[in-house]
């Protein structure tokens, strides 16, 4: 049981390298809501107390400008920095390296401050409040060492209109505990149904498969054994200069090596969210449709 409200966690270090740009602060609500500001929003709604910032430290001035004015208040805020450097052991990081270590070197991050189970989600994905109630609850009555959960969204829920995408489909056993993850690539709509691209060619998948959008539920214990596999990590692909160390990759590992549990929470939620440039205008409806619906107010801080 769970003695302080649950924290959120949310994923701001990336480079958004395909957007082109610092999607994390781009207005995306009616009021010039950031995508992020909406899952503040419903975690607040759903009970977290506090919410913990992962990004980098050369843009962190404007990142809390943007944030900090209208959180004030609302709801406990820290930042952490992820940079190559942290947990690296010593080790000499290649100057060719630019790019950060991944999902779970970002939470590894996080290591010192820690203090309360906790939800980690991307900063410029829409999960939805079905979700984030849902997370609060497990972290509240269920979230143990060792006993950890993964959202599952639908499948149709988080397909594009755009073009293919990939998704990792969700294995789980007779008792909703995860067995594993495969990585699905290409998938895309036809005719109302779903397929995915197989090197034997095209294969439908039911709607209602379960996918990780890269919500987990933990506890500050699940970080401290990501250490040891974080030293294994470097020791593997220091100098592979894309290689990543990824939440998803950390848990199932821990599935694997019998140290702990993933529990899939299916949610009825609708994601989306902001890969490339063409993906912005359809957020911005999305989220105008909510607000229109009434499920969201005009303006998230008045």
């Known amino acids: 049981m769970a003695l302080k409200k649950p924290s959120l966690v949310i994923l701001a270090a990336g480079m958004a390298s395909r957007y082109g740009g610092n999607k994390q602060t781009e207005s995306f609500g009616p009021s010039g809501e950031t995508i992020m500001e909406y899952s503040i929003y419903d975690a607040i709604k759903a009970g977290f107390g506090k919410v913990i910032f992962i990004i980098r430290e050369e843009f962190a001035e404007a990142f809390k400008g943007v944030i900090e004015p209208k959180l004030k208040g609302r709801i406990e805020t820290e930042y952490v920095y992820q940079s190559l450097e942290k947990y690296s052991g010593g080790r000499a990081i290649p100057a060719e ?5 991944g999902t779970s070197h970002a939470l590894l991050c996080c290591k010192e401050i820690l203090d309360a189970p906790f939800a980690v989600i991307n900063a410029d994905d829409f999960y939805g409040f079905d979700a984030f109630e849902k997370a609060a609850d497990f972290l509240n009555t269920a979230v143990s060492n060792g006993v950890y959960a993964c959202l599952g969204y639908e499948l149709k829920n988080t397909l594009s209109d755009n073009g293919s995408v990939t998704r990792g489909e969700i294995h789980v056993n007779a008792a909703g505990e995860m067995t594993g993850i495969t990585e699905r690539r290409e998938i895309y709509k036809k005719e109302g149904k779903a397929f995915t691209k197989t090197p034997e060619g095209d294969v439908e998948l039911p709607l209602d498969t379960k996918v990780s959008m890269n919500f987990f539920c ?7 054994w990501s250490a040891l596999e974080y030293e294994k990590f470097l020791d593997k692909n220091l100098n592979e200069l894309k290689a990543e160390f990824l939440i998803p990759e950390v848990s199932d590992e821990l ?3 019998g ?3 993933v529990k899939m929470i299916p949610t009825q939620a609708i994601w989306f969210g902001v890969t490339f440039k063409e993906d912005a205008p359809v957020v911005k409806a999305a989220l105008q449709e909510l607000t229109d619906k009434g499920l969201y107010p005009q303006n998230l801080w008045i």
């Open 218 to 224: 933990f506890t500050p214990d699940f970080v401290n």
């Open 97 to 101: 390296r630019v790019k950060p270590f």
């Open 259 to 261: 140290n702990g549990v």
């Open 255 to 257: 599935i694997k090596s």
